[in-house]
């Protein structure tokens, strides 16, 4: 067995219904997830542009698409690497409000996490644990080592918030 067998990834997206301000996808490239939540600029905000025109759909696809021609040229594949295309993204990606970027990888056993605005969970066993949470002004990351039956959990800011006090509690329920 590789090194690269260790783990399978698995997608499941719990995502809202996009409407014309607010639009969010999960991707899953190889061994990665990609989460990414937009939101059109408010022209209310001084300095910021009319935005009525923009598809949000588009917009996302273009961020994702960025993303996977980014990530198939990067050799490396490791957190920095992670953590430098999400930083890219972030400054690339200026015509919308980019309310969460956050992408989990395994390398083996090994998880790297970087996430701007949002939260990882991870649940092992009986146990769930936020393991990062990061703001609306800086991106964060980390790296540690996956046990087999871990569940990864990538969550929105802002749905993390609004359901905090919930959060363990429908993680833990064993319905995942």
Partial sequence: ?????????????????????????VYTLDKLNLLIVLEKKDPSVAGQTETEDIDLKTVGKQVFLRFQKQFEKDEKKNLASLRLLLEKLLAETTQVDVVTLAAAMTSGKGLYIASFNGEVF????????????????????????LEDGDIV?????TLADAISVNVKEIVSSGDL
């Fill in 1 to 25: 067995m590789g090194n690269a067998d260790y783990f399978s990834l698995h997608t499941a997206q719990v995502l809202g219904i996009p409407t014309d301000t607010v639009w969010a996808q």
């Fill in 122 to 145: 991870i649940r092992r066993g009986t146990h769930i644990q936020s393991i990062m949470k990061s703001g609306p002004d800086k991106l964060a990351s980390a790296s540690g080592f």
């Fill in 153 to 157: 959990i990538l969550i929105n800011r």
